[in-house]
């Protein structure tokens, strides 16, 4: 039935029929299958619609729906945009949520008509050009559009006359030519300008299509190193490093120094016991590296800090303490702290704690505000009143 035609007709009679037929456009059963509730994606056989998944019943269901007039869909992630060329209407459309890949930006074909040059430049940082280079003069039209994976937007067309008429309003992008160079030129650009800048262009025989590459690059942030305060001779705990580490994406390292060790260890965070999350977004990439540790006596009194790390867009000269954390100490509570009997003991790591001693273990607890622990049996008091030991 796909690609057949319909026609409606009172009682079989050809001259009562509508005007025109309507094809057939089937949608596969099974797209949603992976899919959940409000889930989008290119109609597989229209440009001009695309699939919405309903769940009904606890069943999701697909649904064709029509763009808005003079728009197309996004293969991958259905959104419907004023971008109709021939690039994005013959871009294959994925069998289903199942077997899409994560998006991508739409790949085009190398052209031998028109070539684009992309380029990198830092957020905020002035002027930054795509360049393409036509191999001819003559042409029909160009169209210039901007993609991401989630848009696609017309930015200007340029008539056979090289008239250019400028679509995109935000007064920040000009579009030139001249001789057989098409520029595109952002003033001052930012993150949300990262994506490919497409040239079509219409030569009457075929269309040429050539796509550039902006790059916005960023700089890594302080990262935030979190340590439990209560940290036990013997016992696991979890060390988390997280923070923005630039993009293109760097990493991040937990820097460990020792008790009367001069060098700094760097951890290699390849190892089976530390865990990295990325999570990558518009012009950044989060990332979170926890360190599962059991702390021996020997990590008594370790300083630990964590440190973002960009070799693309971190300079030599910047000041690295901007990009690392704050620095923690470990201090370990000896396994056998409660033997001596006493309930109530002081925290070796604050004097505003205490240590509670109990039958299946310890836990630290704190004063009120601003009070300190004093002894066994007025756990707190004014801190002035308090001997603090030291660490």
Same mark, same amino acid.
């Given at each position: 039935?796909?690609?057949?035609?319909?026609?409606?007709?009172?009682?079989?009679?050809?001259?009562?029929?509508?005007?025109?037929?309507?094809?057939?456009?089937?949608?596969?059963?099974?797209?949603?299958?992976?899919?959940?509730?409000?889930?989008?994606?290119?109609?597989?056989?229209?440009?001009?619609?695309?699939?919405?998944?309903?769940?009904?019943?606890?069943?999701?269901?697909?649904?064709?729906?029509?763009?808005?007039?003079?728009?197309?869909?996004?293969?991958?992630?259905?959104?419907c945009?004023?971008?109709?060329?021939?690039?994005?209407?013959? /871009?294959?459309?994925?069998?289903?949520?199942?077997? $899409?890949?994560?998006?991508?930006? &739409? +790949?085009?074909?190398?052209?031998?008509? *028109?070539?684009?040059?992309?380029?990198s430049t830092f957020q905020y940082s002035g002027k930054v050009q795509i360049v393409c280079v036509l191999n001819q003069t003559e042409f029909s039209s160009i169209n210039v559009t901007f993609e991401t994976t989630k848009q696609s937007n017309l930015i200007a067309q340029i008539a056979s006359n090289r008239t250019v008429k400028l679509v995109d309003t935000s007064g920040k992008i000009v579009v030139r030519i001249s001789s057989k160079i098409v520029t595109v030129e952002l003033l001052n650009a930012s993150c949300i300008d990262s994506g490919l800048y497409v040239v079509a262009v219409d030569l009457g025989s075929e269309i040429a299509i050539a796509q550039g590459q902006l790059t916005i690059k960023t700089r890594p942030d302080k990262p935030t190193l979190q340590i439990p305060?209560?940290?036990? /001779?013997?016992?696991?705990?979890?060390?988390?490093? $997280?923070?923005?580490?630039?993009? &293109? +994406?760097?990493?991040?390292?937990?820097? *460990?120094?020792?008790?009367?060790?001069?060098?700094?260890?760097?951890?290699?965070?390849?190892?089976?016991?530390?865990?990295?999350?990325?999570?990558p977004k518009i012009c950044s990439h989060e990332e979170t590296v926890t360190l599962d540790e059991i702390l021996t006596s020997d990590w008594n009194l370790t300083t630990i800090q964590c440190k973002a790390v960009n070799q693309e867009t971190a300079a030599e000269d910047d000041d690295?303490?901007?990009?690392?954390?704050?620095?923690?100490?470990?201090?370990?509570?000896?396994?056998?702290?409660?033997?001596?009997?006493?309930?109530?003991?002081?925290?070796?790591?604050?004097?505003?704690?205490?240590?509670?001693?109990?039958?299946?273990?310890?836990?630290?607890?704190?004063?009120?505000?601003p009070l300190c622990f004093f002894n066994a049996t007025v756990t707190c008091s004014n801190c002035n009143e308090v001997p603090c030991p030291e660490p």
């Amino acid at each position: 039935m796909n690609g057949g035609k319909v026609r409606c007709s009172v009682n079989g009679s050809d001259a009562n029929s509508t005007k025109s037929d309507i094809d057939l456009a089937l949608i596969p059963r099974n797209i949603c299958s992976c899919g959940k509730h409000l889930d989008s994606i290119g109609h597989p056989q229209s440009c001009y619609a695309y699939v919405l998944c309903i769940e009904i019943d606890g069943t999701v269901y697909p649904f064709g729906i029509a763009c808005p007039l003079e728009q197309c869909r996004n293969s991958i992630t259905g959104e419907c945009s004023t971008n109709c060329s021939q690039a994005v209407c013959s /871009e294959t459309v994925p069998s289903g949520f199942c077997t $899409t890949p994560a998006p991508m930006l &739409p +790949a085009v074909a190398t052209s031998q008509h *028109i070539q684009c040059y992309g380029n990198s430049t830092f957020q905020y940082s002035g002027k930054v050009q795509i360049v393409c280079v036509l191999n001819q003069t003559e042409f029909s039209s160009i169209n210039v559009t901007f993609e991401t994976t989630k848009q696609s937007n017309l930015i200007a067309q340029i008539a056979s006359n090289r008239t250019v008429k400028l679509v995109d309003t935000s007064g920040k992008i000009v579009v030139r030519i001249s001789s057989k160079i098409v520029t595109v030129e952002l003033l001052n650009a930012s993150c949300i300008d990262s994506g490919l800048y497409v040239v079509a262009v219409d030569l009457g025989s075929e269309i040429a299509i050539a796509q550039g590459q902006l790059t916005i690059k960023t700089r890594p942030d302080k990262p935030t190193l979190q340590i439990p305060f209560h940290t036990v /001779e013997n016992h696991k705990i979890a060390i988390t490093c $997280t923070g923005n580490t630039g993009s &293109p +994406a760097g990493s991040l390292q937990i820097l *460990i120094k020792r008790l009367n060790v001069s060098d700094t260890i760097t951890l290699n965070i390849s190892n089976d016991y530390v865990q990295v999350t990325q999570k990558p977004k518009i012009c950044s990439h989060e990332e979170t590296v926890t360190l599962d540790e059991i702390l021996t006596s020997d990590w008594n009194l370790t300083t630990i800090q964590c440190k973002a790390v960009n070799q693309e867009t971190a300079a030599e000269d910047d000041d690295s303490l901007y990009y690392t954390s704050e620095e923690s100490q470990i201090v370990l509570i000896e396994e056998n702290y409660c033997s001596t009997g006493e309930e109530y003991k002081y925290h070796p790591k604050s004097c505003y704690h205490y240590v509670r001693c109990l039958t299946n273990g310890m836990v630290s607890n704190q004063c009120a505000s601003p009070l300190c622990f004093f002894n066994a049996t007025v756990t707190c008091s004014n801190c002035n009143e308090v001997p603090c030991p030291e660490p």
